[in-house]
């Protein structure tokens, strides 16, 4: 029988796991087959500005992140550098092989310790299994193997709502989720009640 605490640390996790927020991050995911076990994408090939902002959002969380300690650093001029010199070879490898190129996009989605919601151009089935690439800001790359449990047309018919459960992610991953998950909720939290408190001052 497990004791009171075990069961409370136990239910604990379970709701860190599951709290969610909508958020904006790097995203690629492709269809696994399940009879050759082959990806497939499911994603449209990348435009020249979809890999600009590819490119460009992890320096700028980065950016944003450090603040003034940045802004004066020698090491800027150098970091702008190299990302626009990695976005003009990943133009020129996505022109020579149109379609070609994967790379994770910007997407808006919904996130938690437990799966990702996203806004897909293609129509995926309830248990298809998908292959994810996700990047926390700035840098936090997480691999996995997510399921479709929910999959429907979006209200602007412009694609469809695909909602997922995670069931190969590794521990290590899943608390790299759900510590970017809560301290992007508190910030967004403090955020607000500064504002709150700014407007009251001048009201």
Wanted: proline share 7%; charged share 20%; glycine share 6%.
């Amino acid at each position: 029988m497990q004791s009171p605490m075990h069961s409370s640390a136990t239910a604990s996790d379970e709701r860190r796991e599951w709290i969610r927020i909508d958020d904006r991050v790097l995203l690629e995911y492709q269809l696994i087959a399940d009879q050759e076990g082959v990806p497939m994408s499911g994603m449209l090939p990348a435009s020249n500005q979809a890999i600009t902002d590819a490119i460009q959002k992890p320096a700028a969380d980065y950016f944003t992140q450090q603040g003034e300690t940045l802004a004066h650093s020698p090491l800027l001029p150098w970091m702008m550098k190299v990302d626009w010199l990695l976005e003009v070879i990943v133009k020129t490898l996505a022109d020579m092989h149109p379609g070609g190129v994967p790379i994770a996009q910007v997407a808006d989605v919904q996130l938690s310790g437990g799966g990702i919601s996203f806004m897909s151009p293609r129509h995926f089935a309830v248990g298809d299994k998908l292959r994810l690439k996700v990047v926390l800001p700035p840098f936090t790359p997480i691999e996995t193997t997510a399921q479709v449990i929910r999959s429907m047309p979006a209200k602007d018919r412009t694609g469809h709502e695909i909602a997922t459960e995670f069931v190969g992610l590794s521990p290590n991953d899943q608390e790299a989720l759900i510590r970017h998950v809560l301290q992007t909720q508190a910030e967004r939290l403090r955020a607000r009640r500064g504002h709150e408190a700014h407007s009251a001052r001048e009201a």
